[in-house]
T-cell receptor, first 113, second 115 residues
Framework: NAGVMQNPRHLVRRRGQEARLRCSPMKGHSHVYWYRQLPEEGLKFMVYLQKENIIDESGMPKERFSAEFPKEGPSILRIQQVVRGDSAAYFC???????????FGSGTRLTVV | GESVGLHLPTLSVQEGDNSIINCAYSNSASDYFIWYKQESGKGPQFIIDIRSNMDKRQGQRVTVLLNKTVKHLSLQIAATQPGDSAVYFCADRTPSGGSNYKLTFGKGTLLTVNP
């Protein structure tokens, strides 16, 4: 069981480009969560998805950010027209049931230059 | 705002000592709490959890205490080792509508173990 896989581990984008972060949940997990972590801070909830559905996106910025979890393939967090303030570590977690058994991936560290 | 916060941002202990990391939460609807360890450059790693119907739970070298009266929980690490050096986060789970929950993290405590 490979755990939660995130890629890329590191991503550098210029201002105005798009960033696509991928997350493959653990086998058997149908719940996916995205969190953002700024340096020396805790993890901030962004979005919770099940297969093909966004359940809770209350932590997502209203513009430029979107997430999906298609029937086949990984969950994708997409950031359009990135700005310097988007630089952060983005973590994905998955769970076999809602609210319990969270397992986190190693994160994608996005740097906007 | 944050529903979970930590009293101390840093904690430095000697190897072999016991460590206690504290956490306060504000939402009385929180029903499940988790402690995570995060090493530099890695994702959060589950340490131990506790449900709101319990006040103590023990694992291997770790104990979590929950005091619902004052909305406080703590993580105790026995015989702290250099490998325990990391940032420790508490997280609480609260209902967020329907059958859904939300996991909220505190800012974290940096534990440094001195040899």
């Amino acid at each position: 069981n490979a755990g939660v896989m995130q890629n890329p581990r590191h991503l550098v984008r210029r201002r105005g480009q798009e960033a696509r972060l991928r997350c493959s949940p653990m086998k058997g997990h149908s719940h996916v969560y995205w969190y953002r972590q700024l340096p020396e801070e805790g993890l901030k909830f962004m979005v919770y998805l099940q297969k093909e559905n966004i359940i809770d996106e209350s932590g997502m910025p209203k513009e430029r950010f979107s997430a999906e979890f298609p029937k086949e393939g990984p969950s994708i967090l997409r950031i359009q027209q990135v700005v310097r303030g988007d630089s952060a570590a983005y973590f994905c977690a998955s769970s076999p049931q809602q609210g319990e058994g969270y397992t986190f991936g190693s994160g994608t560290r996005l740097t906007v230059v | 705002g944050e529903s979970v916060g930590l009293h101390l941002p840093t904690l430095s202990v000697q190897e072999g000592d016991n460590s206690i990391i504290n956490c306060a939460y504000s939402n009385s609807a929180s029903d499940y709490f988790i402690w995570y360890k995060q090493e530099s450059g890695k994702g959060p790693q589950f340490i131990i959890d506790i449900r709101s119907n319990m006040d103590k739970r023990q694992g291997q070298r770790v104990t979590v205490l929950l005091n619902k009266t004052v909305k406080h929980l703590s993580l105790q690490i026995a015989a702290t080792q250099p490998g325990d050096s990391a940032v420790y986060f508490c997280a609480d789970r609260t209902p967020s509508g329907g059958s859904n929950y939300k996991l909220t993290f505190g800012k974290g405590t940096l534990l440094t173990v001195n040899p």
